[in-house]
T-cell receptor, first 116, second 115 residues
Framework: DTGVSQNPRHKITKRGQNVTFRCDPI?????LYWYRQTLGQGPEFLTY????????KSRLLSDRFSAERPKGSFSTLEIQRTEQGDSAMYLC??????????????FGPGTRLTVT | AQSVTQPDIHITVSEGASLELRCNYS??????LFWYVQSPGQGLQLLLK??????LVQGIKGFEAEFKRSQSSFNLRKPSVHWSDAAEYFC?????????????FGKGTRLHILP
């Protein structure tokens, strides 16, 4: 399977705990994006990487959130001291960018986080 | 600011009937436009995209969309829906001349199909 994969698919955690999600992009894709989707809403951009460089972070990404893509391949998204408001679907996408402009983004199945 | 408006939260059509999902965008220049579909518990699948050229674009699963600059619209159409088309549909916009290519999504339209 050459699509975008995300693990875990579901995560239930207690408020205050830390969680980490992993995204494996399509292998030749140099850009990787994280989005958050809450119930009844469209996905909202969180951050994106070109290779290992984090190029932009949304103001939605509070200090409790951190994302890494250490070798320009897979990425992790960590949420520290989770709050109930963090409950959402976290989507990862990847694309192959060769210059300026938007490129088709391929999405993974998402990780659904429930904070109790 | 860039934005996408999908005015219909829910749409119900009978199987075999035609479908049109509305999308309006706000952007300073010609954007890149997308329609994605999301089935329950699934990620987003790209149905079609508009970057430039012919304003009527064909996508997968028999969908098409028409870009109308004068109306800032990018409505999605299908001549005859199937029960398997029941899902949530998202219109999205991306910048056309910027190294920052994050996509901005609308809030989605949930499509229900009557047998």
């Amino acid at each position: 399977d050459t699509g975008v994969s995300q693990n875990p698919r579901h995560k239930i955690t207690k408020r205050g705990q830390n969680v980490t999600f992993r995204c494996d992009p399509i292998s030749e894709h140099n850009r990787l994006y994280w989005y958050r989707q809450t119930l009844g809403q469209g996905p909202e951009f969180l951050t994106y990487f070109q290779n290992e460089a984090q190029l932009e972070k949304s103001r939605l990404l509070s200090d409790r959130f951190s994302a890494e893509r250490p070798k320009g391949s897979f990425s992790t998204l960590e949420i520290q001291r989770t709050e109930q408001g963090d409950s959402a679907m976290y989507l990862c996408a990847s694309s192959l960018a060769r210059g300026q402009g938007s490129y088709e983004q391929y999405f993974g199945p998402g990780t659904r986080l429930t904070v109790t | 600011a860039q934005s996408v408006t999908q005015p219909d939260i829910h749409i119900t059509v009978s199987e075999g009937a035609s479908l049109e999902l509305r999308c309006n965008y706000s952007y300073g220049a010609t954007p890149y436009l997308f329609w994605y579909v999301q089935s329950p518990g699934q990620g987003l699948q790209l149905l079609l995209k508009y970057f430039s050229g012919d304003t009527l674009v064909q996508g997968i699963k028999g969908f098409e969309a028409e870009f109308k600059r004068s109306q800032s619209s990018f409505n999605l159409r299908k001549p005859s829906v199937h029960w398997s088309d029941a899902a949530e549909y998202f219109c999205a916009v991306g910048p056309s001349m910027n190294r920052d290519d994050k996509i901005i999504f609308g809030k989605g339209t949930r499509l229900h199909i009557l047998p």
